[in-house]
């Protein structure tokens, strides 16, 4: 910083968190709702805690009342919210005894504006949470740091400083995705050129505090896009070439001189928060689409703790803006898009709230693509999610409701997460992170719900699961239960769970499984076209198998849905003297079994063809009404089609003489595929007869002797 940090006053009470007070329908990044030491203008305190986000927040005393500032600057409880959603004031500060009939936890009932980022419920992960997820999803972004300061507020800290921060937030992300999540910083030329970072940007007006003014702050980094143009050319980071450069090419994070309100009441501030909008117009060719934005300073200067923000605001608006990641923190202060990005620890030297943010949820790793699902169903060796790989720390057990299930997950005190002595405790000693999902149902109040171990919400003190705190987790254990959202018994479990540490192991059971995969696939070709297959149906609860077949092994094509209990299937209409690869899946409703062995086989080749086939016998011609004729005919062997010859009948009259004669001029032929034998002939009304013969390579065979038929029109 330009000036050093005083001294921090022990002014902390503790988290004081109630899902009670969390609005419902809007969310960006969540207030750290501690209580510290609020000064009037006059010089009178108050203890005060923020709470809401930047679409909707408000600061509370201890007992809960509301408050906010006059436009002196003077705290002041809030008698209501006008339809404007702007508070209205009664007389009395903050500092001061509340008025008598004052209703605690007033809000108002602003809303969401569009672009801001989505809640969990938005998201479903129901399709993606299978376990045919192979591909990890590896991200490589640029990042760019713009430092805007005005006429009247000042940067007070260091581009160089916010390089540091830049490089803290890219090990948190190589670390918390497990290697799938590489930042750099952007190339540009101002001051060190390629940190990353331009600033401070002079915007050549006065701070707007949208922190106190309901202002939305968007304009702000539209005009730091533009000032900070010569000095970096956009058009390099539209990579897909659409014109538009958004998040995932180039994240851009715009700090503003002054406070972030969402943990501190000093002035002049703003919210953290992230946007979907384009920013500066048409800049360098291409568009710039979506920012993120955070006040420069934390704490403040009356009480002795201001201090340059820390790194865990910035990783959870980036987790909105370059990882799709949805607010979790109604439930939950256990990963960094909840309360966890402020996580801090003693033990490590952490001074401020968010030097170390928790490390991802197992919920999280698998939105971002960072993680993969385990599907155990018996004794389960569960590695750190700090540890282990991508592969092996999340498990998940099923129940039969479409997208309900549980993650398990190891948490320990490791990396970042040592962050978590803050959201638990400083004995916080690890153990497994048990969650309760629902993705894919509006109904249900919580969608990503920690069960710990002592029935605490973490953030107030709660456990976490291991052998001597809470060692069975199932639908009897108090007071965490593995019940369904809707009250009824999962018949899921976590049991025999071992004491904490870096790997630790647990039985994992739920009836809801996904069946056991056919073995022993047989495939044996009979015909030049066909080719029998036969399997072990090793499951007793699928629905269904699916049949899979190649001629390459790379492009596989499911040929047949089949019943449950099915073990053989016949696969026809195939093309001669070549080799079929086939693979069989069982399929329930909790999802599809690993797949069978392949095995191939190669179809017979057509018997050699030396001589024309002989003539087709069997026709015969019915009248089918409607001026149609339905031919049909014995199959003959070695046929490539078939020729079928028509004549009419026709009436010829000689004065009074009259006859009936076939004429050649009304001669039509018709030509079939091979093992054809019938043929709808729309041939109108009147008498009509026909013969057929067979042809091949070789030759044609003798035409067959004629069938007669009258037909009828309508």
Sequence with gaps: MRKPPNRMKNLIFGSIISSLFITTTTFAAPAVEIAQEVFQPNGDTFIGIQKGDEWNHRMETVDGYTVSRDKDGTWRYVKRFGKDNHPVLSDAPAHKKAPSKLRKHLKSSAERPEGAPELATDFSLSDELDTSLAALNQTDISVLFLLAEFSDRKGQTTPEEWAENGRKIRDYYLKASHGNAVQRPAQESHGTPNDGVIGWLDLGYNHPDPGTKWVWPGGIAQKAAIAADPYIDYSIYDTNGDGMVGPTELTVVVVVAGYEQSVSPAKPSLWAHYAAQKLGGHIDGIWNWG?????????????????MATIGT???????????????????????????????????????RGERPVMPSAWSKLKAGWATINDVNGTAQIPSSTSGSAFDTVFRLQTDNEGEYYLVENRQLDSYDYGLQFLASTYFTGGLAIWHVHDSSPDYKWYTDLKEADGKIIPLGGNLWTATNGGTFDDNSTPSNSNLYDGSDSGISVTNISASGTIMTADLHTPHVIPEAPTDLLAAAVSPSQIDLTWTDNANNETGFNLDRSTDQANWF?????????????????????TYYYRVRSYNNI????????????????????????????????????????????DVENEAGYSIHRQKKSIITFGWWTIKVWLTSSDTFFETDVNVTSLADNSGDGIFRYRIKAFNNIGESNWSGWTEVNVTGN
């Design 314 to 352: 910035t990783v959870h608006e980036m987790g909105h803006q370059s990882y799709k990641l949805p607010d979790l923190w109604r439930r939950t202060g256990h990963d960094p898009m909840s309360w966890g990005w402020a996580g801090v620890s003693k033990t490590m030297g952490d001074k401020w």
């Design 591 to 634: 999802g599809e079994s690993g797949t069978s062995n392949i095995t191939s086989a190669t179809t017979e080749s057509d018997p050699e063809i030396t001589s024309p086939p002989v003539t087709p016998s069997g026709l015969v011609a019915n009248n089918e009404g409607n001026g149609t004729a339905l031919l049909n005919w014995s």
């Design 291 to 307: 920012y993120s934005m955070q006040g420069e300073l934390h704490g403040t200067p009356e009480n002795n703790t201001e201090h």
């Design 558 to 578: 499911t040929v047949a849905v089949l019943a449950p209990d099915s073990q053989s299937y016949s696969d026809t209409e195939l093309e001669s003297a070549t």
